[in-house]
């Protein structure tokens, strides 16, 4: 058995994780930035990597004592190295490179989509390939049908915001701190999703892309045209009109492709992939199997980039130390 570190810094949060190579999760944790961003009302990538770069050691230090492991028990170091901020990613795969300089470790660099689109199976090792991957986060919205390791065709993607961006976005019209997604699903429970209409968007010349740019704006204009009082007494009802029309574009375009295509389930990925209503949408409206990471799994961690190195390792062994970060990484390179 060999113990992989994954070290994920992609973004705003500054994540370590020991898994094994049979996906036994040691630790996995994670030092959020939502407070120091939440006040700016969106990531600032100058303090994002400060951030990292106080937090690094602190995370390793606690990632290693939580799994009872040393270092010199690490077998393979992964590292995100793209897509992100590049000042983010910097300060993880530099980390990353001297640990293995230092250590004589071999060390890989992982694609953070690729660390989302395999994390279901670290909770539901049965899931089969081809598999649909669906991939909902604060940066992307990817329908992908995996066929296997590095064999991925993207089916269908947004053509403009990701739909954790899109809710994010909605969440500052209504003055609800960054990151909006999780506490719109809250102050959702408590509203009607069918108040406020936002139709599911045609596009014309690309069948199952996806859009929320159209329903951004109808709530802006909804939004704009309120009192302030209104505003706060309409805010549940608002974030569960929202919230619905996201997730039911997302099912629809998934309902749409499984005739179409030969695949043994569906597996969600990514920030959105956390919310409740979404898997409730699936369970009732996909007629196939679906699977979703635990939560902890769905929002950016680096458990999922320890499994992903791993799988890509076992196929195309270590990267040599001079790798670059890659800011728009994309899943095919
Ligand atoms: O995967 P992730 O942690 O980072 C990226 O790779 O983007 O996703 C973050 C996104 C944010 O937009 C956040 O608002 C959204 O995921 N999110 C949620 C929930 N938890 C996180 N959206 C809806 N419901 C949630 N429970
Ligand atoms: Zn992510």
Redesign the pocket.
């Known amino acids: 058995m060999q113990r992989i570190l994954g070290i994920e810094t992609?973004?705003d949060?500054t994540a370590v994780a020991v898994i094994t190579s049979t996906g036994k999760i040691l630790s996995n944790i994670l030092s959020s930035q939502d407070d120091f961003h939440a006040k700016y009302g969106g990531i600032v990538p100058e303090v994002a990597s400060r951030k990292h770069l106080e937090l690094i050691s602190v995370v390793l230090q606690e990632a290693l004592t939580s799994a009872e492991t040393t270092l010199s028990e690490i077998d393979l170091i992964a590292v995100t190295h793209g897509p992100g901020l590049v000042g983010s990613l910097l300060i993880g795969v530099d980390y990353a490179k001297t640990l293995s300089s230092l250590l004589g470790k071999p060390i890989i660099g992982v694609n953070?989509l690729e660390g989302?689109l395999l994390s279901p199976a670290l909770l539901h090792p049965e899931i089969c390939f081809p598999f649909l991957g669906v991939i909902v986060?604060?940066?992307?919205t990817q329908c992908i049908l995996v066929e296997g390791i590095g064999q991925y065709t993207i089916l269908a993607e947004t053509l403009d915001d990701?739909c954790?961006?899109a809710?994010?976005k909605f969440g500052k019209m209504l003055s609800i701190p960054y990151?909006?997604?999780?506490k719109?699903?809250k102050i959702a429970l408590a509203g009607d999703p069918n108040v406020f209409s936002f139709p599911l968007p045609k596009i014309r010349e690309k069948r199952f892309a996806l859009s929320f740019s159209g329903i951004k704006t109808a709530a802006s204009l909804i939004i704009q045209g309120m009192t302030p009082e209104e505003r706060e007494n309409r805010k549940e009802d608002l974030c569960a009109s929202f919230q619905e029309a996201v997730m039911k574009q997302i099912i629809h375009r998934i309902q749409q492709l499984i005739p179409l295509y030969s695949f043994s389930g569906i597996a969600f990925s990514?920030?959105?992939s956390?919310?409740?209503r979404l898997r409730d949408l699936a369970l009732q409206h996909v007629q196939k199997p679906v699977y979703f990471p635990s939560r902890i799994l769905?929002?950016?961690n680096a458990a999922m980039i320890a499994h992903a190195g791993y799988q890509r390792y076992l196929i195309n062994g270590p990267m040599a130390l001079d790798f670059p970060v890659i800011s728009r990484l994309e899943l095919s390179q």
């Open positions: 992609s973004c949060d953070h989302h986060s604060g940066g992307h990701a954790g961006e809710l994010d990151p909006a997604g999780p719109i699903e990514g920030g959105v956390a919310n409740q769905s929002t950016d």
